[in-house]
């Protein structure tokens, strides 16, 4: 069973940055690919941007260059760097989770973050 608790969301302006942390537990946490989703309201759920265990990384389309996705396996916590926010980032951010042995896939409780105009 893997647990993950996500922190740093928030209000923030257009135009400024916030860093979401994800702190899981299980010792194998190195093993896992890890992502951040997001939903906002009325929308699916959708991903932002995913990490695998040997640091290669993916983002969707409307976050590149803006967000950086990152992992500290000492720390057992993957990071979401996220500059120049927009409006349109606002949601509720998921941090996500799969792994061996079983590739269950984890969810966090989710964190909001707001960027007003």
């Known amino acids: 069973q893997v647990q993950l608790v996500e922190s740093g969301g928030g209000l923030v302006q257009s135009g400024g940055s916030l860093r979401l942390s994800c702190a899981a537990s299980?010792?194998?946490?190195?093993?896992?690919?890890m992502a951040w989703y997001r939903q906002a309201p009325g929308k699916q759920r959708e991903l932002v941007a995913s990490?695998?265990?040997?640091?290669?990384?993916d983002y969707a389309d409307s976050v590149k260059g803006r967000f950086t996705i990152s992992r500290d396996n000492a720390k057992i916590t993957v990071y979401l760097q996220m500059n120049s926010l927009m409006p349109e980032d606002t949601a509720v951010y998921y941090c996500?989770?799969?792994?061996?042995?079983?590739?269950?896939?984890?969810w966090g409780q989710g964190t909001q973050v707001t960027v007003s105009s």
């Open positions: 990490i695998t265990s040997g640091g290669t990384t």
């Open positions: 996500y989770a799969r792994g061996p042995p079983t590739y269950a896939p984890y």
């Open positions: 299980g010792s194998i946490f190195s093993m896992y690919t």
